[in-house]
């Protein structure tokens, strides 16, 4: 069974270009979420999805961020107009019921 | 708010140097305690999840246990692969999709 599946795994943006992470969950698994890892700090909660409904969205920044889980295809965390505090490690997620978390390799966001 | 606070920060152990780490946490209604490793450059990697005071759970030379204010991670004899940064998280009872997670404690196993 393959694992959580992320890519790219390395991005690089200027400033005021748009980000598109992908995330393909754990076969099975219809729970999605995302979090942000900045160096020396914690995992921070952005959003969680199940198909085509986002269920908690509260960590997420109310402007520039967006996310979408839907009916087929990967999740979609998208960033508009990119600033140099975007730069850091986006983490998938998922689960089968809303239980323990299973992680992907992440994507690592360079704004220059 | 929840809240989650790992110590120490880092700890550097000679192969076979037995020791613990700590997890303490403040939350409204415990729905579950998870650990995880992340090595550099990678994502985290499930260990365990606990659910209630007394609890406890084994994985080769880890035993991770649980009371109501804390968890331990105990590491036996550890190994240089053992090397890595330990998370520790919890879920309230609103949901397991909130999950707050501590800074972690970076582990070095030294041969």
């Known amino acids: 069974n393959a694992g959580v599946m992320q890519n790219p795994r390395h991005l690089v943006r200027r400033r005021g270009q748009e980000a598109r992470l992908r995330c393909s969950p754990m076969?099975?698994?219809?729970?999605v979420y995302w979090y942000r890892q900045l160096p020396e700090e914690g995992l921070k909660f952005m959003v969680y999805l199940q198909k085509e409904n986002i269920i908690d969205e509260s960590g997420m920044p109310k402007e520039r961020f967006s996310a979408e889980f839907p009916k087929e295809g990967p999740s979609i965390l998208r960033i508009q107009q990119v600033v140099r505090g975007d730069s850091a490690a986006y983490f998938c997620?998922?689960?089968?019921?809303?239980?323990?978390?299973?992680f992907g390799p992440g994507t690592r966001l360079t704004v220059t | 708010e929840d809240q989650v606070t790992q110590s120490p920060e880092a700890l550097r152990l000679q192969e076979g140097e037995s020791s613990s780490l700590n997890c303490s946490y403040t939350?409204?209604?415990?729905?579950?305690l998870f650990w995880y490793r992340q090595d550099p450059g990678k994502g985290p990697e499930f260990l365990f999840t606990?659910?209630?005071a007394g609890e406890e759970k084994e994985k080769e030379r880890l035993k991770a246990t649980l009371t109501k204010k804390e968890s331990f991670l105990h590491i036996t004899a550890p190994k240089p692969e053992d090397s890595a940064t330990y998370l520790c998280?919890?879920?309230?009872?609103?949901?397991?999709?909130?999950?707050?997670f501590g800074t972690g404690t970076k582990l070095q196993v030294i041969p």
């Open positions: 939350v409204s209604g415990l729905r579950g």
């Open positions: 606990l659910y209630s």
């Open positions: 076969k099975g698994h219809s729970h």
């Open positions: 997620a998922s689960s089968p019921k809303g239980s323990e978390q299973y």
């Open positions: 998280a919890v879920a309230d009872s609103g949901g397991y999709q909130k999950v707050t």
